[in-house]
């Protein structure tokens, strides 16, 4: 019991990827579509790829595997909303008919694709925002009065998601050449969702949907593997004064040493940056 008190599983953040789609159909339209995906997810070099499952389909005939929500249901959505105050918060929209499925690279996160019917409106209670001074704030979520929220997604089929791909990049499960297999197939999955009709968008960390160029995506995760293994390392340190152990997908690396002194010596140089930058504006201003 104390030593699962002492010890802290972390998921540091991590190179990642964020993908939407959606189109106005139907249910038999949005099946269709996603067996179009499924088709082609299954013949990119994933190493697995679940079959199909579909969720409280509107005519109550499932056409693929039977899925039950029992404490977790795919295809629930986070969209913005524009307080009165000017301010931005979440709003919960659950996924009604979804059909999905799922694809993984070796230490990766899993991928999911799929399409999911949305409630045209649905009831959200605004959080409370209390200021504590010029710049501190609580959020007391789902606290404050019901308002009728509309998705503006009636007659829709939409997905989002996200997938940390960063750590199929650790030695152990191929390198480099495992994280690019892993990144660009997502990219691959979401080209062809554009093929097929779908509105799309896709962003990343590393900028990569901007330039399609492997040699710059290569670079900037050589980049996030060294700030992270730094900054895990610091956290190593500091949890070990305190008496816990601290652990981290990026510790798990055969050279997390090499690349935990890389990434404390760039942060080191970027903390004296600040620190010219902050000496040279203060003559200025006076």
């Known amino acids: 019991m104390t030593s699962n008190l002492r010890s802290r599983t972390i998921s540091l953040v991590g190179l990642t990827i964020y993908y939407s789609m959606k189109v106005r159909v139907g249910a038999d339209r949005a099946r269709d579509l ?23 389909p509107p005519d109550g ?5 039977r899925a039950v929500a029992d404490k977790w249901k795919p295809g629930d959505l986070y969209l913005p909303r524009k307080r009165d105050d000017g301010q931005t918060e979440h709003v919960h929209v659950p996924g009604l008919h979804v059909i999905c499925f799922h694809a993984n690279i070796r230490g990766s996160e899993t991928a999911s694709f799929g399409l999911a019917s949305h409630p045209p409106v649905v009831l959200h209670r605004e959080e409370i ?13 789902g606290q404050g009065p019901a308002i009728e929220f509309n998705t503006r997604l009636r007659g829709w089929y939409s997905w989002s998601n996200f997938v940390k791909t ?11 050449e495992n994280f690019l297999r892993a990144h660009r197939s997502v990219f691959a999955a979401i080209d062809e969702c554009k093929r097929l ?21 290569v670079a900037e995760l ?15 340190d500091a949890f070990e004064e305190a008496g816990h152990s601290f652990v981290a997908p ?25 620190k010219r930058k902050g000496r040279g504006k203060g003559p200025a201003a006076e």
Request: hydrophobic residues 35%.
């Open 34 to 56: 996603v067996r179009r995906m499924h088709a082609f997810v299954a013949k990119l070099p994933f190493d697995d790829v679940s079959q199909i499952f579909e969720y409280d």
């Open 61 to 65: 005939k499932y056409v693929f595997e």
């Open 129 to 141: 925002i209390v200021s504590h001074g010029e710049n501190a704030q609580s959020h007391q979520i």
């Open 166 to 176: 960063q750590y199929a990049g650790n030695p152990k499960f191929g390198g480099v």
């Open 197 to 217: 009709g779908l509105t799309t968008r896709i962003r990343d960390d590393a900028n990569y949907w901007r330039h399609r160029n492997d040699e710059k995506l």
């Open 222 to 236: 050589k980049r996030w593997d060294e700030l992270i293994a730094g900054f895990a390392g610091k956290l190593t």
């Open 250 to 274: 990026i510790k798990d690396r055969p050279d997390f040493e090499h690349l935990e002194a890389r990434g404390a010596d760039m942060m080191k140089k970027a903390g004296k940056g600040k």
